[in-house]
């Protein structure tokens, strides 16, 4: 771990098994830290905010992100296999959102940004009182001490979408990765300390198997604001628990996303696209989990769509040929069989996959599952799974679809396809979520704001409002001189 500055073990030695998801092998020991550690970075974390000149000196921060960013860069490779082999990642995807996209842009963009970020802007002078003109300003000043909680399926993205703009900003941090994927966070934790120049006690992460270790960050009162990245059920968990010393919240939590492909196109031809929803085995908060196609081509989308994930290519994550990996755990994969199994109680038609393949002996997979005739108030058409699983809806006209895609408790992203963009993006507008593709376009980039409408989250992740949102705004005034 990494604790004001120093690389440490746990406090009381403990230590927990870091496990290939894909072989089940032991990559070896964690430390296993506890509340006291915790503690201890909080109150590191605190120290380095209240007095150094880090939340001041924008020069120092932005060499820092730079110095930061070199060092993963000049790790890169190492931390392309560390990925794979405790994500279960395909390799392809490294090459994109799990790292090589984040490394070009999380830290740099924010560490760019510094230098142009609205710190302060002028009011009109004004005598609302009778009392004298005054000048008047705003000023943004950083958070103070930011708790970092990272999710296990896209950990160095995650973690540094959320670091760059935290330190840009002048904030202090604590990082807690997820017990199933640590080791990205305790070489970014040796780097911090090795390689740059960031003061003790800004940066720390503490690795735990112990989920309430984390929940440290959400009740300590010199904590200010909670960053986190997860679950909708424990984004609520920690609202409650923040609620207490009116902590502030950034959360991007789960999604049901739908991927629409409206009828003036040729429906078949975009449902044979419909296997990339099992990109990294579906784990996902954006991943387009329902297809809504027009009920007058319904047949034709779910026959392309079969077809589809017959040829998606999955096992070994090493491979570079494999579209899908597998699931993070045990309990993943028996949570995505259960919803396999509720949803065939429920009357929907499993098309293909449903089950453990038998070919592959090790690791936790779960075969690409496709189901057809589903109503949109079925529990695999309203709940996050999280896996590899894809739910076809059939609609009768477009406000049938806008309908049938605002029904649900999420609102995070989505895609349209349609032969008239204007149309797309009349629609678009229609739709409450975070963030839409239309017609293939990627909508992703550190500059992009990212999350959710509804029970997807509070706030946004990257650009402006990403930097803004760890931030406090003061206003002060004084008397119009001369």
Known sequence: MLIDGKLADAADGRTFDNVNPATEEVLGPVADGNAADMEAAVAAARRAFDSTTWATDHALRAACLRQLQQALESEREELRSELVAE??????????????????????????????????????????????????????????????????????EITLNKLGPVLAMGNTCIIKPAPDTPFNATRLGRLVAEHTDIPPGVVNVVTSQDHLTGEVLTTSPDVDMVAFTGSTVTGRRIMEAGSATMKRVFLECGGKSVNLVLDDVDVAAAAASAGGMCFHAGQGCAITTRMLVPNSHYDEAVESARAAFEGVTYGDPTDASNLMGPLISEKQRQRVLGYIESGNEQGATLVIGGGIPSHLDKGFFVEPTLFANVDNSMKIAQEEIFGPVLVIIGYDDEDDAVAIANDSVYGLSGMITSKDLDRAKRVASRIRTGTLSLNGGVWYGADAPFGGYKQSGLGRQCGIEGLDIFTETKTVGWPVQG
């Open 87 to 156: 994500v279960g990642c395909p390799v392809l995807a490294t090459y994109g959102p799990q790292l090589d996209s984040p490394l070009a842009e999380a830290l740099l963009w924010p560490a760019d940004a510094i230098a142009t970020f609205p710190w302060s802007r002028k009011l009109p002078p004004k005598d609302p009182f009778g009392l004298g003109m005054t000048e008047r300003e705003v000023w943004k000043e950083p958070v103070g001490v930011v708790g970092v909680i990272v999710p296990w399926n896209f950990p160095t």
